[in-house]
Nanobody, 120 residues
Framework: QVQLVESGGGLVQAGGSLRLSCTAS????????MRWYRQAPGKQRELVAV???????NYADSVQGRFTVSRDNAKNSAALQMNDLKPEDTAAYYC??????????????WGQGTQVTVSS
């Protein structure tokens, strides 16, 4: 019913920037919270950033001041601007939305993931 498509990952040198995007499509009535997670090999999935429906944000300590999450409600999308990237930011990044469908169901939907690799 609802799909998330991510884009924007890639390979970048330390100190560089990348911008990830995540767009939802399907039977969407509204989207509440939008989240970005990441998972490095051999590690647990980590919550990186959250943006609520009214625009308030929260970040993991490890990315505070370097990453910025934003949303475009008209486009059902979220973005994660990542600056001053470090090798320890290397991971697969996943978006996660809380969606209310046109049939008034509540769904938690995940993107397919996009790889970010930061070289030293």
């Amino acid at each position: 019913q609802v799909q998330l498509v991510e884009s924007g990952g890639g390979l970048v040198q330390a100190g560089g920037s990348l911008r990830l995007s995540c767009t939802a499509s399907g039977n969407i009535f509204s989207i509440n919270v939008m989240r970005w997670y990441r998972q490095a090999p051999g590690k647990q999935r980590e919550l990186v950033a959250v943006i609520a429906s009214e625009g308030s944000t929260n970040y993991a300590d490890s990315v505070q001041g370097r990453f910025t999450v934003s949303r475009d409600n008209a486009k059902n999308s979220a973005a994660l601007q990542m600056n001053d990237l470090k090798p320890e930011d290397t991971a697969a990044y996943y978006c996660n939305f809380n969606v209310r469908t046109t049939t008034r169901r509540y769904l938690e939907v995940w993107g397919q993931g996009t790889q970010v690799t930061v070289s030293s």
